[in-house]
């Protein structure tokens, strides 16, 4: 099996995946918990996390050996990651269907990378 | 194919056979090694031994000979790297090869599988159509460059990439099963038609439209249940029939102007029986429609007897599956033969916002203006596909036009028959 990363990516300013009331996040929630139900049954689920938004990233760069730290996200972009799993599956068609459901659920494009498969790993 | 035994080869005839069974061993490999880009090296290696040995005697299964030389080619090369036995071994397990069995079979499946891989809709098109040529038409990163007016340097860059994220992302190797199949199958017939058309920007080398129509025959062979593939190569057959009288002396001949004598008669059979076959299927899609169309050209003995009002309808059906501005101008052309130009006039410019940058768009209304006797117009219409116009060819017949428009006997019926 191998792993990938399947970020979650949003739009600043427009959250069109957020549900407003409380029963539409409660639905929402439930979506989400069976899916991941459905990824852990299927030995597929490894690790997943929400993120804040960028406003809250410190960006940290070595300069001249000293650590320099600066307000904001990396890339000055509208996207941001706003969350991630990390599955493994067989090949990339197993992946996409789980970013297929991911992004069903969440109502946010999903990117598909692969880990580095390290050596004798 | 040549039969063994045959006389001494040149260099040229090694290379023309060693091509043909490429892709076919090329996709086997790949099955044996799990890795295409040693599959390449490995072949690279047979094709050295075969330009010595096939110059006496080709083989009578050159595939299959290009496996066995290219696997333990392969073999020799990982034992040096102490991972022989691995592969071995794995290869034995996998039950489908058997170890020491001579001119291992290639198994045709396999060429389908690797353009299933090949065509990965996680591949933009552009990877897509560039790696099924490599891999498949067994064509070099250079004559692909100069098919698709590419720099060599960016198009084996590209081939890089895409062969780097098949195998870093683990893109399968296989056909796609059930429902994923008819989603799955449509790039790939995509890839093959945009191949073929790429074939006939440059009429004198048919090296691209056969690779097209090669790679779409297996494809049908494999999968005859699926329609949309004979459609695809009927869409071709009947194209490439035409393709002798499609140029005289260097200059553009209108379908209304050719010969019709000259169009290849075995090709128009073929491509008519595959038509029949897919209306007796009933599962319409847009190859069958398109290659509809063309039998119906086909099948009029002169321009004068073509059947337009099955054409129209048929358009129409085109059209509701794939509402495209292309669609929509051969349609207007369709419906003005018989409608009268007045009619495809007001539609081709109902359609025309997106086709403004389109030379045949303008062609097609310079037509529609000159038949309504509209001199002045037409001329401006033509002005306008001249400047868009992608080649000299078309230049240069539109050139013609315009000319004739400006000409003191200007007859708006007769001016595209020269």
Known sequence: ?121 | MTASGAGPKDKRVVEQVFREAYGQALATLVRFLGDITAAEDAIQDAFVVALDRWRLAVPPNPAGWIVTTARNRAIDELRRSGRGDELRRQMFLEGDYEVGRPEAGPVSDDRLRLMFTCCHPALRIESQVALTLRLLGGLSVEQIARSFLVAEPAMAKRLTRAKYKIKAAKIPYRVPAGAELGRRLSPVLTVLYLIYNTGLDDLESNTLRSDAIRLARVVVRLMPDEPEAAGLLALMLLNESRVPVRRSGGDLVLLRDQDRQRWDRSLIEEGLGLVRACIRRDRPGPFQLQASIQAVHCHAPTFEDTDWRQIVVLYDCLFSMMPTPVVALNRGVAIGEVEGPEVGLELLDAAGAELDSFHLFHAARGSMLRRMGNREAARAAYLRALELAPNEVDRRFLAGLIAQADSACWIPDREETR
């Open chain 1, 1 to 121: 099996m191998s792993q990938y990363l399947l970020s979650v990516h949003s739009v600043e300013d427009s959250e069109p995946g957020e549900p407003r009331s409380p029963e539409q996040m409660q639905q929402f929630m439930e979506r989400i918990y069976a899916l991941e139900a459905e990824m852990k049954d299927g030995g597929n689920f490894l690790f997943t996390g929400r993120l804040h938004g960028p406003d809250a990233s410190t960006v940290v760069r070595s300069t001249g050996g000293r650590p320099v730290m600066t307000d904001g996200p990396f890339a000055e972009a509208k996207e941001h990651i706003a969350g991630f799993y990390i599955i493994q599956a067989d090949d990339l068609d197993a992946a996409l269907i789980w970013a297929g459901k991911v992004a069903e659920c969440i109502n946010e494009p999903i990117e598909v990378r692969p880990f580095f498969e390290m050596p004798g790993s």
